[in-house]
Structure formats: structure tokens, C-alpha cells
């Protein structure tokens, strides 16, 4: 696999921050990024630590290194005229520490934000994650992350395996992550996929309504759409539907 890269696109005086998930890439977003710099805002994907080489590079990092990493970026972007966050996965839960804790932050999307798991994700969190120890080992992942039946999935240019120690690291990722939640007071768009067999879309929704968000959250489910919403089928619509979000006052 060839090595990954972050983007900055376009060049307005608001900038989004957008997060991918565990084991992905920048170019899980960068459909979201190319829709917002098109709309007049400059967006920058951030290559998280320990991503986009190989996935033994995982075996160093913790939740701390990707929290730390998410935080620089933000601080890199001091000076813009409105902030706003996008993260998937696990990235949307890079996301909800950010919003919660660094004042500022204009709005976010959380696309299939990874709060509770399901299929073998919950399996590999709550089971093996919860091992005392965790050796080093590389699990294969299980079921795609793209329910549209195409090659999507390799231009996201995602590891095929993970670390077993992540089982943890991912599990208190998404627990501080719902602790903080009420915290955060930024407006708030959820987007999910019906197909998602990743994260639960029941867990999408307890976040919602668990958000400190002055403005109901909005919430969105693409039933034809896997836990990849930006490179799936409903791309289009799901970019759109951010567009939309943050041109819309917030």
C-alpha cells in the first residue's frame, strides 16, 4: 500500500478539521473535504499517528498519541474566522473531546461515530479488549466497511488488520467520549449508515440525545450506506447533507 497523506483544500477564512477513523485514512473524508473547500471553506485532513504505513506501527500508539495529534492540529489552525470539526468513526470521537474540552469550535458532523460497536467490533472491543494483557498481535479485519459492491474500499487505503491492543484502547476511547459528550456545546450533526455493521446506529442515537448541543441534534441514517458514509454509495448526499449544516447559521 502506498503511503497516505493528509490535505488542506481551498482557502476561505473558515476551516474545517476533519478526523478519520481507526486503521483508515485521510481519504475517508476527503470526499467531505473537497465538498467543503468547493463551498468556500478551507478543509484539512489530519493522517493520524501510526496510520497510512503499515498497521504494525500501531503497536507504539496509544489513544493519547491520536488525541495529542488531533489537538495540534486544531492549535495549527488558530486564527480562522469560524472552526468547525468532522470525524468519522473513531475520528468523531476525536472530535467530541475536542468540541468538549477547546473552546471555540463553531459545529461539528459526527459520521458513524464509534460510541458502541456491533458484529465483530463489539467482540474485538468488549471481549478481547478487555484482556489483561494484550500481545502483539494483528487481528484481521472482518466485514467490509463499504456496503456499495465496488472498490471503494481501497481508496481509502485502510489497513487490513489491526492490533489486538487497540480492542482496548478503542473501548476507552469511546467511553471518555460518551463521558464527555454533555460537555460539548458546539451544534451537532449525526450522520449514520443503515448497513453499518461497525458501530450501532441504536448507540448513534443515545449520543444524540446525550450531546449538550444548544440546538437539537440532527440526526441522519442512509439505510443503503456501510460504515465508510463517505466513500458509500450515498457519498454525494452525505457531503452535501455537511455542506448544508455548516453554511446553514451554524
Known amino acids: ?4 497523506e493528509g490535505f488542506d483544500l481551498g482557502g476561505g477564512q473558515d476551516v474545517c478539521l476533519l478526523l478519520h477513523g481507526l486503521s483508515g485514512s485521510p481519504a475517508e473524508v476527503r470526499p467531505v473535504g473537497e465538498a467543503l473547500a468547493k463551498a468556500g471553506m478551507r478543509s484539512v485532513g489530519l493522517l ?3 496510520h497510512g504505513t503499515r498497521p504494525e506501527d500501531l503497536f507504539a500508539k496509544t489513544r493519547f498519541d491520536l488525541l495529542e495529534a488531533a489537538e495540534d492540529a486544531l492549535r495549527g489552525l488558530a486564527g480562522a ?8 468513526s473513531a475520528g468523531a470521537l476525536l472530535a467530541i473531546h475536542l468540541a468538549a474540552t477547546v473552546p471555540g469550535i463553531r459545529a461539528l458532523a459526527l459520521l ?4 458502541a460497536f456491533s458484529h465483530a467490533t463489539w467482540l474485538f472491543t468488549e471481549v478481547l479488549g478487555r484482556l489483561p494483557v494484550a500481545p502483539r498481535v494483528l487481528l484481521p479485519k472482518g466485514a467490509r466497511d463499504v456496503a456499495a459492491g465496488d472498490d471503494r474500499e481501497q ?26 459528550a454533555p460537555q460539548v456545546r458546539a451544534p451537532s450533526l449525526i450522520l449514520s449508515g443503515g448497513r453499518d455493521r461497525t458501530v450501532s446506529v441504536a448507540g448513534a442515537r443515545r449520543l444524540a440525545l446525550r450531546l449538550g448541543s444548544p440546538k437539537p441534534v440532527g440526526m441522519r441514517v442512509f439505510p443503503a450506506s456501510g460504515h465508510l458514509l463517505p ?14 449544516f455548516f453554511s446553514g447559521g451554524n
Open 1 to 4: 500500500m502506498r503511503p497516505a
Open 48 to 50: 493520524l499517528p501510526g
Open 81 to 88: 474566522r469560524r472552526t468547525y470539526l468532522c470525524g468519522l
Open 112 to 115: 458513524a461515530p464509534a460510541v
Open 155 to 180: 481508496v481509502a487505503q485502510a489497513y487490513t488488520a489491526v492490533p489486538l491492543s487497540w480492542g482496548r484502547e478503542l473501548r476507552l476511547l469511546a467511553a471518555s467520549a460518551r463521558k464527555l
Open 231 to 244: 466513500l458509500d454509495g450515498d457519498s454525494r448526499e452525505v457531503c452535501d447533507e455537511v455542506v448544508r
